[in-house]
C-alpha cells in the first residue's frame, strides 16, 4: 500500500521561507513522478509544482515560480518543497501527490496517490 506524508507547514510571516516534506513508502519513489498541490478556503486544488521521475524534469504555477523549489531524493523516498519569500496569498493545505509513471501532470486527476495534506499559514 503506497502511503504519502507530509510534513514541514507551519505558520510563518510573509517574506519568511518553508520546506515542506513528503516521505513516499510502499513502493519506491523512482516509481512516481511527484507533485506538490495546495488548496485554500473557498478555491480549487491547484498544482504548485511537479517533478518528473529522475528529475529531469520540472514545472511551477506562474505565482511561484522563482520563489519555490522543488527537489526529491529517490535514495530517501523523500520530495521537498523549498518555499522562499511567503505570501499571504500562499496560505493554503499543501499536499504532496505521487503520479504512478507518469512525467508530472498539471491536474490533480492524473495522480493516484495523495497524502493528508500539510497547513501552511503566512501572515502579513
Known amino acids: 500500500q503506497v502511503q504519502l506524508v507530509e510534513s514541514g507547514g507551519g505558520l510563518v510571516q510573509a517574506g519568511d521561507s518553508l520546506r515542506l516534506s513528503c516521505v513516499v513508502s510502499?513502493?519506491?519513489?523512482?516509481?512516481?513522478?511527484m507533485g506538490w498541490f495546495r488548496q485554500a478556503p473557498g478555491k480549487e486544488r491547484e498544482l504548485v509544482s511537479a517533478i518528473g521521475r529522475n528529475s529531469g524534469f520540472t514545472r511551477y504555477s506562474d505565482t511561484v515560480e522563482g520563489r519555490f523549489t522543488i527537489s526529491r531524493n529517490n535514495a530517501k523516498n523523500a520530495v521537498y518543497l523549498q518555499m522562499n519569500s511567503l505570501e499571504p496569498e500562499d496560505t493554503a493545505v499543501y499536499y504532496c501527490a505521487a503520479e504512478d509513471n507518469g512525467y508530472g501532470a498539471e491536474v490533480a486527476w492524473a495522480y493516484d496517490y495523495w497524502g493528508q495534506g500539510t497547513q501552511v499559514t503566512v501572515s502579513s
Open positions: 510502499g513502493r519506491p519513489l523512482s516509481d512516481f513522478a
